[in-house]
């Protein structure tokens, strides 16, 4: 069996120019899109809280959420997810700590309320209240003060007298959200109708920190792969191989940005494996290219590049199909993260099959054609015509 | 078949038969043990033939699979060293004052960790700046304008200070985890400043955050050493239990028992303690591992606790008029009364300071402590240097003031999974992979034919070698990894598209079957190899910046692509060889 039964004798290399203006036109279109709307990150990167929770009974988005405000939680998202049958939800919370702008003031006049305080400030960030009172407080009474105002207490810290002798350092600590979910939901239950099945939470800077990590990440890799790709073959063939991954990475956060699934660590691999994924496509071709180089010598560039890519066409084709075939399975079975895994590692399948062809192999033609040039300008020998495109 | 191809063949045998007898441990765990035993060792050692492989080369599920909880916990080292270097500040000053060169004041820059020492003329700064930095060798001049002097910690000595904290928040949360009972966890540091902790089988986050997060209770409590040789009769008495390993001590004058397990020797002495009376344990810190506790010894303390950590006003170590570190404890105008009254009663005893049950230091009572202020000595310095000695008496005033985290600990990040979720996760997991290899098995069979059974062969060996793999590295599976070993199939099999193209186009140049084969394989290697090798890049990096979850995936990656180097080049060509040299076939089945 084959799939393609005759040598194809496709002009790739002709069609380059608008098939480079399409993609350098999405991939513009992509970034700006980025720049603008942003991905939709999950808790990952932006901080935060994600409770998954399954009822034991049938109950509809809307009551979970009203039942979630009733108790003071306004600003969370519920969103149902598997079959509607299994009454599982995931809740969302933007907020990381309980202690919000409205709960923040309520907090300090409380906290006011115990004696002479002095550097009230709360860091609504990480969810910390720090000030300084003139006389010793206990920490008791301070968790006491500020509970009852509102907020729950994860900690007080004694930080001790204050070195210059003006008063006694203290820090509350509240609570997460994730501790108050469960607590507003099963409210007025004797045993809750529903068992928390999943909690995400990040802090702030921790997220932070994990975006950061993701991107050098990406970007090490890529010059890694850029180093050895220049080492293995030659520096002709560095820039393309860069672009096409540039390409392909673009595209597959073009996914992320459109069909606005969550953007988090998984994403992240998923990206990377497109970098090594896009890599792995755009060498099979400029190997064989580097083979027609020697076997076809005097022969124009061009040529050379369009029988290559002609000839490794089919198992371009194939690998590729095999590939996605093995995904076949994670986007039947795979709930939440990792069926967008596959679904992202299929879109840059595709897009790095497409990339290899029409992008990576027809720009070495042109650092070429521009050696050439610059050869001709300065008067060089006019070794090799570049093909006329 | 000549020699070399039949080393080749035993090799692969070998090698396919080594990974199955690998397994075992893993079948074992997954499949014959109930879920709950799984991450028993014991059990499973017990369990497994004598001639398998040892029980710890099973392969673990990653606490998405099973169900727990994955935490990481920042230090704030930053806070701590605020307060450290105002203290220093402050001493500093008194130290000028002390001395006669003038009189100066000290400020700290909380955003900047600096110190500004001003003094009231400016004359006397030459002078001042001279002594300050031949004496306090921890500081560093940033910048000197007339009578303002600029100083900064010596980065060495924050750097340590900073890991010190980190060892210390972790030793203390192994305690604490230590006394929940949770078997199997992991606590590690993670990067410069996090702590992250692993609590498989647990579902209760805000338990957990509150066990490691919240500030210690601590106690102090009369040590009661009425009958000095109360654990060495008992020791006589009942003999401890076999392979429990408690021995007698008799460090610090009196005998104490001693095992390397906490619940051991807290088994073991449960029922012969006597009423009123309860047997607590202190931590010998190992001194290689120094967040790990080498050995737990045992107090006999009064179950009565007359004061608490609320009573305590302040703690700081010092230099007492031998020049030995002691730490100063203040206590409020209750806690000094109760202190007076606990000392009198008890002179000649010794006194238990106790954090979350356990005992930090027991030092003997020398006479009535009055006015609300004790000084604990450091004992003698021994092997130890005299950096090291002063700085235990540090820590300890620290953890007396924070209770127990000599800096502050807050949760960065927590991610709990249930148990019943874990197991819809396998169950769907594990089907999406084995219908992605049945789709590309089939495929493989009916486009190319013999060969593709024969790249089928290898795809399956190359499953097992990543099995294998992973249980070897002690790595462990999560749901992303699975996701993982479902692609490195994928790519598996890419290699034994390209060698099969490659020999259906030399044989359509005309060349025999024998050698297309030769020349397939020997072009398509060095392409399998460098596509192979930028994958591996990808998931290097990726294995070094993850953590959690994504870094189970990385793993995967990367044992997978090892594997499949191995299967799809050398098992493929070794199986193809036979069918095409070794029956002189004039064809190939492609």
């Keep these: 069996m084959q799939i393609l039964k005759h040598k194809t004798n496709f002009d790739f290399i002709g069609k380059r120019k608008p098939a480079i203006f399409i993609s350098t036109i999405i991939n513009l279109a992509i970034i700006v899109g980025i720049a603008a709307a942003g991905f939709n990150l999950g808790v990952d990167f932006a901080g935060g809280t994600v409770v998954e929770l399954k009822f034991n009974h049938s109950v509809s988005p809307t009551e979970v959420r009203e039942r979630a405000q009733k108790g003071g939680l306004h600003d969370v998202s519920v969103q149902n997810i598997g079959s509607s049958d299994e009454n599982a939800f995931l809740l969302r919370m933007g907020g990381v700590t309980q202690l919000t702008e409205e709960n923040a003031t309520k907090a300090k006049a409380a906290i006011q309320g115990l004696g002479t305080i002095t550097n009230v400030y709360p860091d609504l960030a990480n969810g910390i209240i720090n000030f300084r009172s003139t006389t010793q407080l206990t920490p008791k009474a301070i968790r006491d003060a500020v509970v009852a105002s509102g907020t729950g207490v994860q900690e007080v810290r004694d930080l001790g007298e204050s070195s210059s002798g003006h008063g006694f350092d203290y820090q509350v600590v509240a609570s997460g959200m994730a501790d108050k979910v469960r607590e507003v939901l099963s409210q007025g239950q004797e045993t809750p109708d529903f068992e928390q099945r999943r909690v995400d939470y990040v802090g702030p800077q921790v997220g932070k920190q994990l975006r950061n990590r993701g991107i050098m990440a990406l970007v090490y890799s890529m010059l890694a792969i850029l180093i050895y790709v220049a080492f293995r073959f030659d520096f002709k063939f560095g820039p393309g191989a860069l672009l096409a991954m540039v390409h392909d990475v673009v595209m597959v956060a073009g996914y992320y940005l459109v069909s606005r699934r969550e953007f988090n660590l998984t994403s992240i691999a998923a990206l990377l494996t497109i970098v090594g994924y896009s890599v792995n496509d755009t060498i099979v071709i400029y190997d064989r290219i580097r083979e027609d180089m020697v076997k076809y010598k005097g022969k124009p560039l061009a040529e050379v590049i369009n029988i290559a890519v002609n000839d490794t066409l089919g198992r371009t084709i194939l690998t590729s199909g095999v590939t996605a075939l093995s995904l076949i399975g994670l986007l039947i079975f795979g709930v939440g993260e990792i069926f967008d895994f596959a679904m992202a590692m299929l879109v840059g399948i595709i897009v790095g099959t497409y990339s290899s062809v029409y992008i990576a192999s027809p720009l070495t033609i042109w650092l070429d054609e521009r050696a050439a040039a610059k050869a001709a300008r300065s008067g060089g020998i006019d070794r090799q015509q570049p093909n006329a495109a | ?590």
């Design chain 2, 1 to 590: 078949m000549d020699r070399g191809w039949w080393w080749k063949f035993g090799f692969i045998v070998a090698v396919t038969l080594g990974t199955i007898w690998f397994l075992i441990p893993t079948y074992y765990s997954l499949v014959v043990l109930d879920r709950d035993q799984r991450n028993n060792l014991a059990v499973l050692e017990q369990r497994l033939p004598a001639w398998a492989p040892p029980a710890r080369y099973r392969l673990n599920l990653g606490l998405d699979l099973q169900g727990g909880i994955h935490m990481v916990m920042r230090v704030d080292t930053k806070t701590a060293l605020q307060k450290r270097t105002e203290r220093r500040g402050q001493q500093i000053a008194s130290y000028v004052n002390d001395k006669k060169l003038g009189e100066v004041t000290a400020d700290t820059d909380p955003e900047q960790l600096q110190l500004t020492l001003k003094a009231k003329d400016p004359a006397t700064m030459d002078a001042i700046e001279k002594e300050v930095l031949a004496t306090f060798t921890d500081f560093k001049r940033v910048s000197r304008d007339g009578a303002t002097l600029v100083l900064s910690p010596d980065e060495g000595q924050t750097n340590r200070f900073r890991e010190e904290a980190v060892d210390q928040a972790m030793l203390v949360i192994r305690r604490r985890i230590d006394k929940w009972g949770v078997a199997e966890v992991d606590v590690r540091k993670l990067g410069t400043d996090s702590i992250q902790i692993s609590l498989p089988g647990r579902s209760n986050p805000e338990q957990a955050k509150e066990l490691v997060g919240t500030t210690a209770q601590l106690e102090f409590r009369m040590v009661d050493d009425t009958n000095p040789q109360f654990f060495a009769q008992m020791l006589q008495q009942t003999p401890p239990p076999e392979g429990s390993n408690i021995t007698l001590t008799q460090e610090g004058g009196f005998p104490q028992l001693s095992s390397p397990s906490r619940e051991a020797l807290l088994a073991y002495v449960k029922d012969k303690t006597p009423e009123g009376r309860e047997v607590l344990t202190e931590c010998i810190a190992n001194p290689v591992k120094k967040n790990e506790c080498s050995a737990y010894r045992s107090f006999l303390v009064e179950k009565n606790v007359p004061l608490t950590g609320e009573s305590l006003a302040g703690a700081d170590a010092s230099l007492g008029s031998l020049n030995e570190p002691e730490v100063n404890l203040a206590f409020d105008a209750q806690g000094a009364r109760e202190f007076e009254k606990l000392t009198e009663a008890g002179v000649g005893r010794r006194m238990a300071i106790v954090l979350d049950e356990n005992v930090h230091t027991a030092p003997n009572i020398n006479e009535k402590i009055g006015g609300g202020r004790a000084r604990i000595t450091m004992g003698r310095m021994g092997a130890r240097s005299f950096e090291e000695w002063l700085g235990e008496a540090q820590t300890l005033a620290l953890v007396l003031k924070a209770g127990a985290l000599p800096a502050p600990v807050t949760v960065g990040e927590i991610r709990q999974v249930g148990a019943s979720l874990g197991d819809e996760l396998i169950k769907k997991g594990s089907l999406a992979a084995l219908v992605g290899l049945a789709l590309v098995v089939v495929f493989m069979a009916i486009y190319y034919r013999k060969s593709g059974l024969i790249a089928d062969v290898a795809l399956l060996l190359n499953g097992l070698l990543i099995l294998a793999g992973l249980a070897f590295f002690n790595a462990t599976l999560t749901l992303p990894g699975i996701a993982g070993f479902v692609l490195t199939l994928g790519i598996a099999v890419d290699a034994n598209v390209l060698i099969n193209e490659r020999i259906r186009e030399e044989l359509s140049h005309g060349k025999s079957a024998r050698a297309a084969v030769d020349q397939g394989y020997d072009r398509a290697f060095w392409t399998i190899f460098d596509a192979h090798v930028t994958t591996l890049i990808a998931g290097f990096i990726l294995f070094f910046t993850g953590t959690g979850p994504v870094r189970g995936f990385a793993t995967t990656l990367i044992v997978g692509l090892l594997a499949s180097l191995f299967t799809s080049i050398v098992v493929t060509r070794v199986i193809t060889t036979y069918f095409v040299h070794g029956r002189n076939a004039q064809r190939v089945s492609v």
